[in-house]
């Protein structure tokens, strides 16, 4: 299987803290992207970083991609309740990707 | 503007029934995804059409199975003959020529009893 792994599989904090999610992946690939699923529907796009990229900011999100070790990292700081959602990683060579099976973070008031 | 949107949101039906689910992509995007998602699992691959080139239905799980684009825009995805293991989100998504990030449709809640 090309599918990658995300660790971990759940993830509950407390708001107000950062949440840090992995994601592996077996293939080469040119970029690689993070998405939300709220109540298994539609994805909403987050983040994309490129093959030569190492780390990129958008807002609250920091990504960072290590192709040596063909991994990635998501980092929400400052999470709130709305957070509260399935994340994703997708990442491919061309414009097919691949998903991880996603990881559930949970945000308590 | 407007989304992808896919209808119906829901869908139930016999199994043995064939049943079509419906994408409108965003106007102007070429390429447009299939996927299918079980209950607490990632996404699954089905097929993806970019522009007038032949699609990639390398992701279909059997020939039950079959999707079409008609004019560039809207797809049809129709399964036939469905079966209880069919049961789950078929999502859509559409992105740009060498755009890498894809807009999410809704999705379709199938269940086959």
């Known amino acids: 299987s090309q599918q990658g792994e995300e660790d971990p599989q759940a993830l509950s904090i407390q708001e107000g803290e950062n949440a840090t999610m992995n994601c592996s992946y077996k293939?080469?690939?040119?970029?690689l992207q993070w998405y939300r699923q709220n109540s298994g529907r539609g994805l909403v796009h987050l983040i994309l970083?490129?093959?030569?990229?190492r780390e990129k900011h958008s807002g609250r999100l920091r990504v960072t991609l290590d192709t040596s070790k063909k991994s990635s990292s998501l980092l929400i700081t400052a999470s709130r309740a709305a957070d509260t959602a399935s994340y994703f990683c997708?990442?491919?060579?061309?414009?097919?990707?691949?998903f991880g099976k996603g990881i559930t973070l949970s945000v308590r008031p | 503007g407007a989304g992808v949107s896919q209808s119906p949101s829901n869908k139930v039906t016999e199994k043995g029934k064939d049943v079509e689910l419906r994408c409108d992509p965003i106007?102007?995007?070429?390429?447009l995804y299939w996927y299918r998602q079980s209950l607490g699992q990632g996404l699954e691959f089905l097929i993806y059409?970019?522009?007038?080139?032949?699609?990639?239905k390398s992701g279909l799980p059997s020939d039950r199975f079959s999707a079409e684009r008609t004019g560039g825009s809207v797809s049809t995805l129709t399964i036939q003959r469905t079966q209880q293991e069919d049961s789950a989100v078929y999502l859509c998504?559409?992105?740009?020529?060498?755009?890498?990030?894809?807009?999410f449709g809704p999705g379709t809640r199938l269940l086959v009893l």
């Open positions: 998504a559409s992105s740009l020529t060498g755009e890498r990030t894809q807009y």
């Open positions: 293939t080469s690939i040119n970029n």
């Open positions: 970083i490129r093959s030569n990229e």
């Open positions: 997708a990442y491919g060579a061309n414009s097919k990707l691949t």
């Open positions: 106007s102007g995007h070429t390429a």
């Open positions: 059409f970019q522009g007038n080139s032949a699609p990639d």
